[in-house]
């Protein structure tokens, strides 16, 4: 979005800003439809080729109301302690990025609404000692061909207030390659609990992973209320660690618990793997009093 104003009098100005103002809203308002709309679907959301596995493939679906033109790369990302992610351009002691060795096809997709499209994606790690290496494949919009050009709608002139709207978006998921014989363990530890947004009770913990190779699962809140039964009351899926991250903060709500205020009894936390949901990595207990 690029606004334009000129340089007339003070009274002028104020009309101006106030335009401006008014019509910014209207953008905000008009690319959060046009997110919510645009509907790109991506299986899996994750890939991991394991040692020996050098093909992969990822499915790209438009689910929206319009046609749609997705430019496909990799991008590098550090994740930080609560979860996010940042750019990065150089990998950190104990990070590997594969994006060196992946090759993949096409490279850039059109997809009718409804329409899908496969992307092959192959690895060539260098040999050598075990290694987790990690590359996001990124799903970025090109903006269409009938876009507004610069200044449309005034003219030409760049005196009078402008307003160019041309709404990007996109979605990226981990690809992880695999060599040699890895692994991982995970504990959880500094558990609490506080209340969270809407008074909502929240678990806060610490996932610590140690290893030379990440991890995911689902989290999984169980409370034993004095004289009761142990009951599922807060669930969160797909939670990872990357390397070379030691510790992650994680904060779980209770969504499955009805009243607002905690019984007094015991909570139990457990995160399970993904792919295995009868596999415990780790878990830990506090009483609520």
Avoid: W
């Amino acid at each position: 979005m690029k606004c334009i104003s000129s340089n007339r009098s003070a009274s002028h100005m104020l009309r101006q800003r106030q335009i401006l103002f008014a019509s910014c809203l209207l953008v905000l308002f008009s690319v959060t439809l046009t997110a919510a709309r645009a509907g790109i679907l991506v299986a899996p959301t994750r890939l991991v080729l394991e040692p020996g596995e050098r093909v992969g493939e990822v499915t790209v679906m438009n689910n929206g109301a319009d046609p749609v033109t997705l430019r496909i790369s990799f991008v590098n990302y550090h994740m930080r302690a609560n979860g996010s992610f940042d750019v990065a351009t150089e990998p950190l002691p104990g990070e590997h990025f594969a994006d060196d060795f992946l090759r993949y096809a096409p490279r850039r997709i059109h997809l009718a609404p409804g329409e899908g499209q496969t992307v092959r994606i192959l690895a060539r790690p260098p040999s050598g000692a075990p290694v987790e290496y990690r590359s996001h494949l990124r799903f970025q919009t090109e903006p269409p061909l009938d876009a507004p050009s610069k200044g449309a709608g005034n003219g030409g002139n760049e005196r009078d207030l402008s307003i160019e709207l041309i709404p990007l978006y996109g979605v990226s998921i981990p690809v992880i390659v695999r060599t040699g014989d890895l692994s991982a363990t995970v504990a959880i530890d500094s558990l609490s609990v506080r209340s969270g947004p809407r008074k909502t009770p929240m678990a806060t913990f610490r996932l610590r992973r140690s290893g030379n190779r990440s991890i995911y699962g689902d989290i999984r809140l169980y409370l034993t209320p004095q004289g009761g039964e142990e009951r599922l009351v807060g669930e969160t899926l797909g939670l990872a660690v990357y390397p070379p991250l030691e510790a992650r903060n994680v904060s779980v709500p209770f969504n499955k618990l009805d009243a607002a205020n905690l019984p007094p009894g015991r909570l139990r936390v457990e995160y399970v793997d993904h792919d295995d949901n009868a596999r415990v990595l780790a878990e830990a207990e506090r009483v609520i009093r």
